[in-house]
């Protein structure tokens, strides 16, 4: 049973910082695809940006330039890093890994911005 605990969620004042982790009960490899994606009332789950099979990061617009995503191999680790958060950031964020034909998400953790 694969398993994703999210952490690092919170409130946070308009133009702070945060800094989610994704722990994976798996070894993760670079073959892997893994994701960052949010979800705000409302609204549908959006990407927020990810890591592809071998591949580069993609980001959402939203998140181009303020967020950044990375993976620690050696912790079986996704994290991202969020920068000049707003109000439109607050969200329930998932983690999300794709190995093969088998995705599996995290429970997610809430993200507050405040102005």
């Known amino acids: 049973q694969v398993q994703l605990v999210e952490s690092g969620g919170g409130l946070v004042q308009a133009g702070g910082s945060l800094r989610l982790s994704c722990a994976a009960s798996?070894?993760?490899?670079?073959?892997?695809?893994t994701g960052w994606y949010r979800q705000a009332p409302g609204n549908q789950r959006e990407l927020v940006a990810s890591?592809?099979?071998?591949?580069?990061?993609v980001y959402a617009a939203s998140a181009k330039g303020r967020f950044t995503i990375s993976r620690d191999y050696s912790k079986n680790t996704v994290s991202l890093e969020m920068n000049s958060l707003k109000p439109e950031d607050t969200a329930v964020y998932y983690c999300k890994l794709v190995r093969g034909f088998s995705n599996y998400w995290g429970q997610g953790t809430q993200v507050t911005v405040f102005a």
């Open positions: 798996i070894r993760i490899f670079s073959t892997d695809a």
């Open positions: 890591i592809a099979s071998r591949g580069m990061p």
